[in-house]
């Protein structure tokens, strides 16, 4: 869909809103066509039914899917929870259900990110059918995607006896996905799990209770299975994949019998007969003597290119049960008629010849016979291959024999296989050629074809060769590493793997290019101890020891004026790049920090080529109502430890709305009578932030909202915002506390200048905030959002750590918009955090010295505020390639604030080291602001 494979006159809809706007050609995943997407004309309800249908003129095994809703650029607001999937085969539209036998699959929660569904159980169509569904009338839009392959199998259907349900170790082995008729105990006319091409494994059955992919009998002698083919085939071989679990007593089976026919009632008498034991090909992971495997096997049996459009499989047990998994052939079509109609082709084909036969054929010609190309019949039949053989030994022949070999493809794997027909050829009718070929010209044409295709790749080179040397334009979100999932485990990036030029700075931008090759690996485990006084000391003196930094501000100094510059000089230009040590910076007004950030330069996004290293799918422990981790961490498993109250809506009384995020509004509120965690005490007024989910989601987007709230209670610690009651009805919410005197970055940019914050408050607020952060620390649970708007102030200046700012629309600014829509806090991040996704506590320390710089100058400015986000994330890339005692590839920091410490600077910049564990922990940081408060 999504590529434009799929042609518009083959998605069609029931009905639609406005045909050229949202018509089914809009439909298409991640394309922003017209008004973005399909729109049914009526609302959805459970009695209202609309459907987007997609024609794929041909059978393909389907495995996944994708949905997205109507963005719209930004004005969309229509998407569908949940959806149904209908398929078309065998003249009849199917129903999709899950391995739990669910009919209903999980949509979308917003307009613009993608719900991939994995289909536990693939299946085979020519047609699928999208059917958006609601328990309540709702306006829905979709654009979607299909995942497959081409089913070149060839299997119309198959019959067989219905499995067990309770198999073996209480597992479910029925043919859960069988989409035909079932009768009694037989099952008729459908496909099922024994040809979706997946393969079960022992651990299924050893380990699991529910549903398998397996399909077991139970108590038989033998079992028949029927396959009908769409059309006649010769049969090469069979695979059977079988379990062989003796403990269990599941073996495998032990004669297996085929028989072959062209119209389904009739059977050739002579089957085609293979004995598992007797058979001198033993599976693979056999080892006993006697042929046994412990584990499942995949038994490939000869058919001798039998013929046949229906075959007849009869399996003879040896044991209790019998389990099997995949049963796939190997086939070609029937190619008699073709094969014939080809050689009548051949007017010299008769027989009897008494005279020499080199002088009645020429050899070039037999040669030369055309390919015979077989694609209406499933494209399996390569070319049609004619050799002459001489008889040997001083006689002259009578005739040639013609060898005539097929070759085919079965199964993806290119095989071959010989049917030679014999014929003899009759001299009498043979006509020699009037005008003989000389070779000449053949040879001549080969070489300039040779010459053509010379020239044709040398001028396609050049002009790549140029292309390159231009100026890319090159999107970032198509390119970045930034996370679209989750601090799921990081990537160690080896220093070897990526080329970063010199970099090229003019009035602080830059550009360099780099190429990044990633390798997987897991995060390292951040400890720390808690000290004593003694301890205390020792980090003060490791704060305080001179020790050459790994990092340095680069500035340039040239005598070029203009910001915009071509890649011709650049080389001798970064030869005058110098690396000095951190001084104060001319500071910018917030107009002309947004006058930076608005500029486009062509010539920079070439240096911001970046490394897509991170997998955009699964990640389960990301949570989309907080930015903390929380389900990886200890917290998570002390959930239940603390009763959170619930409350009624009316208590609440809306003041201001704050934004909203992928899962619904916030709002600043107004509770009434809701206990105050600092006091104990039941409050008549207070001001709370409330987190509510949009009305009507899915049953499992609530439970999650619930479990993920359930766990942030049991965060309780006074330098931290806590959750203080729940709503248990529609919409639900979480009331979280919130500062009389509001944020941190608002309360010290509205502060009074006349009365300026002392030195000494400002180390008490950054102390509050160390002694937050050290309590998520030994929670094990990472902050990923902190900064001085995530802060909350209450009376008396006491700080809390909160995370409500990413969902609040007036901090939109201070964060970076990845591919995947999602908010991220490019300018606070640590660098690795930014390029591999590895979010940690030594990250959140990272963030924390940032933080820190913000309270020292009053949050007037963002952080590196006057650069672009695209050159932030260049200079992360010199973090990445960074060189101890290189001068020319050296990322740059923030400056030491006017009115800061030489004390506090040494901290900060003990935050930013390269290597996370050369920074210190927050326990750490900790103890050392209270020595510097004592002092």
Same mark, same amino acid.
């Given at each position: 869909?999504?590529?434009?494979?799929?042609?518009?006159?083959?998605?069609?809809?029931?009905?639609?809103?406005?045909?050229?706007?949202?018509?089914?050609?809009?439909?298409?995943?991640?394309?922003?066509?017209?008004?973005?997407?399909?729109?049914?004309?009526?609302?959805?309800?459970?009695?209202?039914?609309?459907?987007?249908?997609?024609?794929?003129?041909? %059978?393909?095994?389907?495995?996944? !899917? @994708?949905?997205?809703?109507?963005?719209? *650029? #930004?004005? +969309? /607001?229509?998407?569908?929870?949940?959806?149904?999937?209908?398929?078309?085969?065998?003249?009849?539209?199917?129903?999709?259900?899950?391995?739990?036998?669910?009919?209903?699959?999980?949509?979308?929660?917003?307009?613009?990110?993608?719900?991939?569904?994995?289909?536990?159980?693939?299946?085979?169509?020519?047609?699928?059918?999208?059917?958006?569904?609601?328990?309540?009338?709702?306006?829905?839009?979709?654009?979607?995607?299909?995942?497959?392959?081409?089913?070149?199998?060839?299997?119309?259907?198959?019959?067989?006896?219905?499995?067990?349900?309770?198999?073996?170790?209480?597992?479910?082995?029925? %043919?859960?996905?069988?989409?035909? !008729? @079932?009768?009694?105990?037989?099952?008729? *006319? #459908?496909? +099922? /799990?024994?040809?979706?091409?997946?393969?079960?494994?022992?651990?299924?059955?050893?380990?699991?209770?529910?549903?398998?992919?397996?399909?077991?009998?139970?108590?038989?002698?033998?079992?028949?299975?029927?396959?009908?083919?769409?059309?006649?085939?010769?049969?090469?071989?069979?695979?059977?994949?079988?379990?062989?679990?003796?403990?269990?007593?599941?073996?495998?089976?032990?004669?297996?019998?085929?028989?072959?026919?062209?119209?389904?009632?009739?059977?050739?008498?002579?089957?085609?007969?293979?004995?598992?034991?007797?058979?001198?090909?033993?599976?693979?992971?056999?080892?006993?003597?006697?042929?046994?495997?412990?584990?499942?096997?995949?038994?490939?049996?000869?058919?001798?290119?039998?013929? +046949?459009?229906?075959?007849?499989?009869?399996?003879?047990?040896?044991?209790?049960?019998?389990?099997?998994?995949?049963?796939?052939?190997?086939?070609?079509?029937?190619?008699?008629?073709?094969?014939?109609?080809?050689?009548?082709?051949?007017?010299?084909?008769?027989?009897?010849?008494?005279?020499?036969?080199?002088?009645?054929?020429?050899?070039?010609?037999?040669?030369?016979?055309?390919?015979?190309?077989?694609?209406?019949?499933?494209?399996?039949?390569?070319?049609?291959?004619?050799?002459?053989?001489?008889?040997?030994?001083?006689?002259?022949?009578?005739?040639?024999?013609?060898?005539?070999?097929?070759?085919?493809?079965?199964?993806?794997?290119?095989?071959?296989?010989?049917?030679?027909?014999?014929?003899?050829?009759?001299?009498?009718?043979?006509?020699?050629?009037?005008?003989?070929?000389?070779?000449?010209?053949?040879?001549?044409?080969?070489?300039?074809?040779?010459?053509?295709?010379?020239?044709?790749?040398?001028?396609?080179?050049?002009?790549?060769?140029?292309?390159?040397?231009?100026?890319?334009?090159?999107?970032?979100?198509?390119?970045?590493?930034?996370?679209?999932?989750?601090?799921?485990?990081?990537?160690?990036?080896?220093?070897?793997?990526?080329?970063?030029?010199?970099?090229?700075?003019?009035?602080?931008?830059?550009?360099?290019?780099?190429?990044?090759?990633?390798?997987?690996?897991?995060?390292?485990?951040?400890?720390?101890?808690?000290?004593?006084?003694?301890?205390?000391?020792?980090?003060?003196?490791?704060?305080?020891?001179?020790?050459?930094?790994?990092?340095?501000?680069?500035?340039?100094?040239?005598?070029?004026?203009?910001?915009?510059?071509?890649?011709?000089?650049?080389?001798?230009?970064?030869?005058?790049?110098?690396?000095?040590?951190?001084?104060?910076?001319?500071?910018?007004?917030?107009?002309?920090?947004?006058?930076?950030?608005?500029?486009?330069?062509?010539?920079?996004?070439?240096?911001?080529?970046?490394?897509?290293?991170?997998?955009?799918?699964?990640?389960?422990?990301?949570?989309?109502?907080?930015?903390?981790?929380?389900?990886?961490?200890?917290?998570?498993?002390?959930?239940?430890?603390?009763?959170?109250?619930?409350?009624?809506?009316?208590?609440?009384?809306?003041?201001?709305?704050?934004?909203?995020?992928?899962?619904?509004?916030?709002?600043?509120?107004?509770?009434?009578?809701?206990?105050?965690?600092?006091?104990?005490?039941?409050?008549?007024?207070?001001?709370?932030?409330?987190?509510?989910?949009?009305?009507?989601?899915?049953?499992?987007?609530?439970?999650?909202?619930?479990?993920?709230?359930?766990?942030?209670?049991?965060?309780?610690?006074?330098?931290?915002?806590?959750?203080?009651?729940?709503?248990?009805?529609?919409?639900?919410?979480?009331?979280?506390?919130?500062?009389?005197?509001?944020?941190?970055?608002?309360?010290?940019?509205?502060?009074?200048?006349?009365?300026?914050?002392?030195?000494?408050?400002?180390?008490?607020?950054?102390?509050?905030?160390?002694?937050?952060?050290?309590?998520?620390?030994?929670?094990?649970?990472?902050?990923?959002?902190?900064?001085?708007?995530?802060?909350?102030?209450?009376?008396?200046?006491?700080?809390?750590?909160?995370?409500?700012?990413?969902?609040?629309?007036?901090?939109?600014?201070?964060?970076?918009?990845?591919?995947?829509?999602?908010?991220?806090?490019?300018?606070?991040?640590?660098?690795?955090?930014?390029?591999?996704?590895?979010?940690?506590?030594?990250?959140?320390?990272?963030?924390?010295?940032?933080?820190?710089?913000?309270?020292?100058?009053?949050?007037?400015?963002?952080?590196?505020?006057?650069?672009?986000?695209?050159?932030?994330?260049?200079?992360?890339?010199?973090?990445?390639?960074?060189?101890?005692?290189?001068?020319?590839?050296?990322?740059?920091?923030?400056?030491?604030?006017?009115?800061?410490?030489?004390?506090?600077?040494?901290?900060?910049?003990?935050?930013?080291?390269?290597?996370?564990?050369?920074?210190?922990?927050?326990?750490?940081?900790?103890?050392?602001?209270?020595?510097?408060?004592?002092?």
């Amino acid at each position: 869909m999504e590529e434009g494979k799929i042609p518009d006159e083959a998605i069609t809809a029931s009905s639609s809103y406005e045909m050229k706007s949202v018509g089914p050609q809009n439909a298409r995943i991640r394309q922003e066509k017209n008004g973005g997407a399909w729109c049914p004309k009526a609302q959805i309800s459970s009695a209202i039914r609309e459907y987007l249908e997609i024609d794929l003129t041909r %059978d393909h095994l389907i495995t996944w !899917t @994708e949905t997205q809703g109507r963005f719209g *650029n #930004g004005q +969309g /607001q229509e998407y569908a929870e949940a959806f149904f999937l209908e398929y078309w085969r065998h003249e009849k539209w199917h129903q999709y259900k899950d391995l739990r036998g669910n009919k209903v699959l999980r949509g979308n929660s917003n307009t613009y990110l993608v719900e991939k569904q994995k289909l536990d159980l693939p299946f085979v169509a020519s047609r699928v059918r999208f059917v958006p569904y609601s328990q309540h009338p709702r306006t829905v839009c979709m654009r979607v995607e299909i995942y497959g392959c081409v089913w070149n199998q060839g299997i119309a259907s198959y019959t067989a006896p219905k499995a067990n349900t309770d198999g073996p170790n209480r597992c479910n082995v029925e %043919d859960a996905s069988y989409d035909g !008729t @079932e009768i009694e105990n037989l099952m008729l *006319n #459908g496909l +099922g /799990q024994l040809t979706d091409g997946i393969v079960g494994s022992e651990v299924e059955i050893l380990e699991s209770n529910g549903i398998t992919n397996w399909v077991g009998w139970h108590d038989r002698d033998n079992i028949e299975l029927f396959f009908e083919f769409q059309f006649s085939r010769k049969f090469r071989n069979c695979t059977i994949h079988v379990a062989n679990l003796p403990d269990l007593n599941v073996e495998m089976f032990s004669i297996v019998n085929f028989w072959f026919s062209l119209d389904g009632k009739e059977y050739h008498e002579t089957p085609e007969t293979f004995q598992m034991f007797n058979e001198p090909k033993i599976p693979s992971n056999s080892n006993e003597k006697d042929g046994k495997s412990k584990s499942s096997a995949l038994i490939s049996i000869p058919l001798q290119l039998r013929l +046949g459009k229906f075959v007849k499989i009869d399996i003879k047990l040896q044991s209790e049960w019998l389990l099997l998994s995949e049963i796939s052939f190997e086939t070609v079509p029937d190619v008699k008629n073709n094969t014939d109609e080809a050689l009548a082709h051949l007017s010299w084909i008769y027989t009897n010849s008494n005279e020499n036969i080199s002088q009645i054929i020429n050899q070039d010609q037999i040669a030369r016979i055309k390919q015979i190309d077989d694609t209406e019949i499933k494209g399996e039949i390569g070319d049609l291959e004619i050799e002459t053989d001489d008889k040997i030994g001083g006689e002259v022949s009578d005739g040639r024999k013609i060898n005539i070999q097929h070759r085919g493809t079965m199964m993806g794997k290119s095989k071959t296989v010989s049917n030679e027909t014999t014929l003899v050829l009759n001299e009498s009718n043979l006509t020699p050629d009037a005008f003989p070929v000389n070779n000449s010209p053949t040879y001549i044409g080969l070489i300039s074809a040779a010459l053509t295709i010379i020239v044709f790749f040398s001028g396609c080179t050049i002009f790549l060769i140029k292309q390159r040397g231009r100026n890319k334009v090159a999107l970032l979100q198509k390119h970045t590493a930034l996370l679209c999932g989750s601090p799921a485990p990081g990537i160690t990036i080896n220093t070897k793997d990526i080329k970063l030029p010199t970099p090229i700075v003019v009035n602080n931008l830059s550009q360099s290019r780099l190429s990044l090759k990633s390798k997987i690996a897991s995060n390292n485990d951040y400890k720390f101890d808690d000290g004593d006084s003694s301890e205390q000391h020792s980090i003060y003196e490791k704060i305080n020891k001179i020790s050459p930094q790994p990092y340095v501000k680069c500035e340039a100094r040239s005598n070029y004026k203009t910001e915009h510059f071509d890649t011709k000089t650049s080389e001798d230009f970064t030869d005058e790049v110098e690396c000095i040590v951190p001084t104060m910076l001319k500071k910018l007004s917030h107009s002309q920090t947004g006058k930076i950030n608005q500029r486009v330069y062509e010539s920079y996004y070439a240096a911001t080529d970046i490394l897509t290293i991170k997998r955009r799918d699964q990640h389960p422990i990301v949570s989309l109502f907080t930015p903390l981790l929380i389900r990886d961490s200890i917290v998570s498993y002390k959930r239940g430890t603390y009763d959170v109250p619930r409350i009624s809506r009316h208590r609440l009384r809306i003041l201001d709305k704050l934004g909203e995020g992928n899962f619904g509004l916030v709002h600043l509120c107004e509770a009434k009578g809701i206990q105050n965690p600092d006091l104990g005490i039941l409050q008549n007024r207070q001001v709370v932030i409330v987190r509510s989910l949009w009305r009507g989601v899915v049953d499992s987007l609530r439970e999650d909202f619930m479990n993920d709230m359930h766990i942030l209670a049991e965060i309780r610690d006074v330098n931290i915002a806590r959750i203080i009651a729940i709503v248990e009805e529609e919409p639900f919410s979480a009331i979280f506390e919130y500062g009389e005197l509001g944020d941190l970055s608002s309360f010290l940019k509205n502060h009074d200048h006349a009365a300026p914050i002392s030195y000494e408050c400002s180390l008490n607020l950054v102390t509050q905030i160390a002694s937050g952060m050290k309590y998520l620390e030994s929670l094990n649970v990472p902050h990923c959002d902190l900064a001085a708007r995530n802060c909350i102030v209450c009376k008396d200046l006491l700080i809390k750590v909160s995370d409500q700012a990413m969902y609040c629309s007036k901090y939109d600014s201070e964060y970076y918009v990845d591919e995947c829509y999602a908010k991220i806090p490019l300018r606070w991040m640590a660098w690795e955090a930014v390029l591999s996704g590895k979010r940690s506590c030594p990250s959140d320390v990272w963030s924390y010295g940032v933080t820190v710089w913000e309270v020292l100058t009053r949050c007037e400015d963002v952080p590196y505020a006057d650069m672009t986000s695209e050159q932030v994330l260049e200079n992360c890339g010199l973090w990445y390639s960074l060189d101890n005692g290189s001068k020319k590839k050296c990322p740059r920091i923030l400056e030491q604030p006017m009115f800061c410490a030489d004390d506090l600077y040494r901290l900060m910049l003990r935050c930013w080291c390269k290597l996370a564990e050369d920074r210190l922990n927050f326990q750490e940081i900790y103890c050392y602001l209270k020595k510097l408060t004592l002092d």
